[in-house]
């Protein structure tokens, strides 16, 4: 079946504007990870979604930070008030709870 | 709160070359640990998945193995190829009922020709 997939692949925005990022996870996967990965630095953990529980949440940087899952299936990943030091590649992943995590492409952010 | 460390940060070797990469990791409670792999500009690929209970995973010419005890694990990759030029990362997912994994930096390979 289809992976995991992340829309847009690249998203250039201008300092102070709202952006959302998309994640379409694997069908039937109930868990769903955000992911930031800046240049030159490892994965930092922003939020994890399992089913209908309440979302882990204790990896988001900033209160500008606010993310949701719809019907359990797709995510929205929105940043309000963007900063230049929000540029890095967010990336999406889901698995089944505690097996393996497929990521999708990432998406790419540049906060000019 | 668990440290992943992965070394080399960067390895160069000629094709054909078997090798070895590392994983350390501070507390040894934990649930499993999972090897990928990253292409530049992409996203990560599952490797292999090693859970707590096991010793070691296969899959072609790849083998990770895992030593709770001394926190470790590597990833041994046979007759490297150019197309195995990628970063190699692992993930550390504690045990306890936290589903958050701790990832290393990753260790960066170019094999050339």
């Known amino acids: 079946g289809a992976g995991v997939s992340q829309s847009p692949s690249n998203k250039v925005t201008e300092k102070g504007k709202d952006v959302e990022l998309r994640c379409d996870p694997i069908s039937g996967h109930t868990a769903l990870y955000w992911y930031r990965q800046s240049l030159g630095q490892g994965l930092e953990f922003l939020i994890y979604f399992q089913g209908n529980s309440a979302p882990d949440k204790s990896g988001l940087p900033s209160d500008r930070f606010s993310a949701e899952r719809t019907g359990g299936s797709v995510s929205t990943l929105t940043i309000q008030r963007t900063q230049q030091e929000d540029s890095a590649v967010y990336l999406c992943?889901?698995?089944?709870?505690?097996?393996?995590?497929?990521f999708g492409p990432g998406t790419r952010l540049t906060v000019l | 709160k668990q440290e992943v460390t992965q070394i080399p940060a960067a390895l160069s070797v000629p094709e054909g070359e078997n090798l070895v990469l590392n994983c350390s990791f501070t507390d040894s409670a934990i649930y499993n640990l999972q090897w990928f792999r990253q292409d530049p500009g992409k996203g990560l690929t599952s490797l292999l998945l090693?859970?707590?209970?096991?010793r070691e995973q296969t899959s072609g010419r790849l083998n990770a193995s895992l030593d709770k005890s001394s926190g470790r694990s590597t990833l041994y990759i046979a007759a490297s190829q150019p197309g195995d030029s990628a970063t190699y990362l692992c993930a550390v997912r504690p045990a306890g009922g936290s589903y958050i994994p701790t990832f290393g930096r990753g260790t960066s390979l170019i094999v050339h020709p």
């Open positions: 992943a889901s698995s089944q709870v505690t097996d393996t995590q497929y």
């Open positions: 090693i859970q707590s209970s096991q």
